[in-house]
């Protein structure tokens, strides 16, 4: 029998109160009659931060030991959220932490949602990368997330102006970050500009700036404790900090300005997710957090070993997106400047290291640098760029792509050309990958191109989030699914029992009555909590079609006012998301939706049937009150436009159904829980494409659904903005023409769709059956075996554990 260490044994909450004390007095300076929330909520982070040391050291000790390859997650986003209840929850002491910190005379839970929401990210990706990062510690896979220290976070968001949306600084790190350990011994130099002196074979290059990178740990605690990674995160500072000669002359501005510019590298994270602005701050960024993580993974590697060629079996480097893409010319200059590795040799080195993740097809959010802009950033990046390219060509005599094109720099091109493995974060994206962006690198090496198909953590999306359906889970097929996800189908043959599904029943009923009582005291809407929850959050994009969803709003409540006896299943609408500040279609539909809401929620005849609600400043905390509470999860983007989802697979997982296009990983939902348990409308991926070969398709649409017609007309009629009819021609005379998103052609499908939703909300006990199946047949999700598809086909890692 494995003899368990006093660490691993749970800590009983007299303990935890113990060191909670210890904390209070000895880290914030306060006794417990001065405690603030703040000092509580503190003191209780340092606790279990104290506890999570011992795994990690253990983690970061076998890993050396074993000299076991390390995975490196380059990302320049990760959208975190809270910590502090999921690492309670990952070292077992939910219940011990209850009773200290209520014995101490706190409400827990204040005490949780006294901690920031940490946004160091937009959406999709970034939350893929935090996933990834609890997942990777849950299967002792040895791993460094490596990013960015970005002081501000991701905006927030109010619709103070009339329901638009107005962007302010978030602040996350104005309170000390209770996680996190300050490395300054682990800092790095990291040049700008400057020139290159060609020397033989190597090449030294002189900045003309630098800036420090300095790095910041905060340990990853996995599930149960049995391993812990590294995040990393660099902050820039300047590397003399101050201008004392400027401040003795009284120009203080001055002698702060080289901390200033320094610090602007790290200072806020770009917050748009589609438009490639082509910012040389953000290139600056991109190389700041690579070129740091490239250095710190060598220095790490050469600390343990002397062979420079053994690199790829110590090293597997995974570029999160193109964000990281100059990782490669990077780990190339390193090599051949400053270890004299051969061109060739340190392409090849580089290469059986580096791994690519594409995460989307949309061309304006792949990223392109004027080649102008980086030959004048990293002049010695941009030649190692350029012989990229050539040896590629004349590897490939026969090539139609290159690197660099038109004075630009491709980064997905390059990306690939450099990556020992390509992947796409869906079955039918990475088919599409294959197909279109691709195609001819896919043609030149075949088999590089690989499916992950994404996944999300279980611990956060369901035991966290949904506390009461993990009870009934546990109760059902016993503990322990939560790092087994795929043990969820033992739940299936339990749906046949009448008492299963009431209680399954009672515990959305109980999610959905907690969502209204949040929404009356934080919106002072009062919503019935026995209609459905019908929900759609995530950024706003066209693509993604929240107008489509607002459209059919507005033609179902004037169906409803048109026959109000009907019998209508009631509705709650609900919407979440921001757009970036820059997408001024996006705004327009934000706008839209709030004006909406408020004629909607105004008009008395059809308040018992339908409601519309969008609170502000949607974030990770608050997916995870909404999800468990949902009962349809809109997912309708244009088929071929969203690469996966990961929003899709928590509604899922917590018994919402689905009404959603054939589009990223719904494909997958949809033939894990069966057709019939989702509510399929739309066109296919290549219907779509078809159909845009007709120029006046959204006319042909809007002629041929009077439904559609008149929700529109209504709109321009001025009824959603007091009779003004000019505030949403952009949006309407976009649908009327161009429609590149094919919202109109879609419109009736999804209709008929959400009629078919309103007839399986009628039998609220299939409706539960339908749900329960759901959440039975969709373990597969689980980020844990996202990881095991990356460590099996990408990494070439065993876990330890
Ligand atoms: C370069 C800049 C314009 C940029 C910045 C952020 C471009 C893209 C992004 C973020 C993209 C993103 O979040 N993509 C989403 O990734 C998820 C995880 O794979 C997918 O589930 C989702 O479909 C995809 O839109």
């Not at 996995?222 to 590294?230: I, R």
């Not at 079996?313 to 190339?332: F, W």
Request: hydrophobic share 40%; net charge negative.
């Amino acid at each position: 029998p494995t003899k368990i260490s006093k660490e691993t044994l749970p800590m009983d909450s007299t303990e935890l109160r113990q060191s909670i004390l210890k904390h209070l007095e000895f880290s914030m300076g306060k006794d417990l009659v001065h405690a603030s929330l703040y000092d509580m909520r503190m003191a209780l982070t340092l606790a279990v931060r104290d506890r999570v040391i011992e795994p990690w050291f253990r983690a970061t000790r076998a890993t050396y030991a074993a000299q076991s390859k390390r995975v490196y997650y380059l990302s320049m986003e990760f959208l975190i959220g809270r910590l502090l209840e999921d690492a309670i929850m990952n070292v077992g002491l939910t219940e011990a932490a209850h009773e200290a910190v209520a014995g101490l005379g706190f409400d827990f839970e204040t005490v949780l949602a006294d901690e920031p929401d940490a946004a160091l990210g937009n959406g999709g990706l970034g939350r893929l990368a935090a996933c990834f990062l609890d997942s990777m510690s849950t299967l002792g896979c040895p791993a460094y997330g490596y990013g960015i220290r970005y002081e501000h976070g991701l905006f927030r968001q109010s619709f103070a102006q009339d329901g638009r949306q107005v962007e302010t600084a978030e602040d996350w790190l104005r309170q000390a970050h209770g996680w996190e350990f300050e490395r300054p011994e682990a800092s790095f130099r990291i040049g700008f500009g400057g020139s290159v002196a060609e020397n033989g074979r190597t090449a030294i290059w002189t900045p003309e700036d630098a800036v420090l990178a300095k790095a910041y740990d905060t340990p990853i605690v996995g599930w149960q404790g049995k391993w812990a990674n590294t995040l990393r995160l660099w902050g820039a500072e300047a590397l003399t900090a101050f201008d004392l000669a400027a401040f003795n002359k009284g120009d203080f501005t001055a002698a702060a300005a080289p901390e200033a510019l320094a610090r602007t590298i790290s200072r806020v994270l770009y917050p748009d997710d589609t438009t490639e602005q082509g910012k040389e701050l953000r290139l600056k960024q991109e190389f700041f957090f690579t070129a740091a993580s490239i250095r710190d993974i060598l220095r790490r590697f050469n600390a343990e070993h002397s062979d420079l060629s053994g690199l790829p079996s110590r090293v597997a480097i995974q570029m999160n997106d193109t964000h990281p893409a100059i990782a490669g010319p990077e780990l190339v200059r390193a090599l051949v400047d400053e270890s004299g590795m051969e061109f060739d040799t340190a392409v090849e080195t580089a290469r059986a290291c580096l791994g690519y993740t594409n995460h989307t097809l949309m061309p304006e959010a792949l990223e392109r640098w004027p080649e102008e802009l980086m030959s004048r950033v990293l002049p010695r990046h941009m030649q190692i760029i350029e012989r990229i390219d050539e040896s590629h060509a004349k590897a490939h005599p026969k090539r139609n792509v290159s690197i660099v094109e038109n004075g630009e720099v491709k980064m997905g091109e390059l990306s690939f050309i450099m990556a020992n493995k390509v992947n796409g974060v869906s079955a039918l994206h990475t088919e599409l990958v294959k197909d279109t962006v691709f195609a001819e690198l896919n043609a030149l090496h075949p088999g590089r191109i690989v499916n992950e198909t994404n996944g999300v953590t279980p611990r956060r999306w369901i035991k966290g989030a949904n506390p009461r359906l993990s009870s009934l889970i546990t109760d059902t097929i016993g503990a322990g699914w939560e790092d087994r996800l795929e043990r969820l189908v033992e739940l299936e043959p339990a749906i046949a029992d009448k008492g299963f599904r009431n209680q399954f029943a009672e515990i959305k009923a109980r999610n959905k009555r907690d969502l209204a009582d949040w929404i009356e005291r934080d919106m002072g809407i009062a919503v019935n909590p026995a209609a459905m929850f019908d929900v759609q959050i995530k950024r706003f994009h066209e693509y993604k079609r929240q107008h489509l969803n607002i459209l059919e709003t507005i033609a179902l409540w004037q169906e409803i006012r048109a026959n109000p006896g009907a019998g209508w299943a009631p509705r709650v609408k609900i919407f979440g998301g921001k757009a970036a500040p820059g997408y001024v279609m996006a705004k327009e539909i934000i706008h839209l939706i709030n004006n909406v809401a408020r004629v909607i929620n105004a008009d008395t005849t059809t308040r018992d049937v339908l409601t519309v609600v969008y609170p502000p400043n949607y974030n990770v905390t608050m997916a995870e009150r909404l999800i468990p509470a949902s009962d349809l999860s809109e997912q309708i983007s244009t088929a071929g436009k969203e690469a996966s989802g990961t929003g899709n697979m928590k509604f899922s997982l917590n018994g919402a159904l689905t009404i959603g296009t054939l589009d990223g990983a719904n494909v997958e939902i949809r033939d894990l829980v069966g057709p019939e348990n989702f509510f399929l409308f739309g066109m296919t991926a290549s219907e779509v494409v078809e159909c845009r070969k007709t120029p006046d398709h959204a006319a042909r649409a809007i002629k041929a659904s009077n439904r559609l017609g008149a929700a529109i007309e209504m709109i321009e009629a001025g009824a959603f903005s007091n009779g003004d009819t000019e505030m949403y021609h952009g949006l309407t005379q976009n649908l009327r023409g161009h429609d590149y998103f094919t919202v109109c052609a879609d419109f009736d499908s999804y209709w008929d769709a959400q009629r078919r939703v309103d007839a399986a909300w009628g039998d609220q006990d299939n409706w539960t059956r339908m749900a329960a199946i759901n959440t039975a047949r969709t373990g597969w999700f689980s980020s844990d075996r996202t990881i095991q598809g990356y460590m099996a086909d990408v990494w070439k890692i065993t876990p330890m554990i």
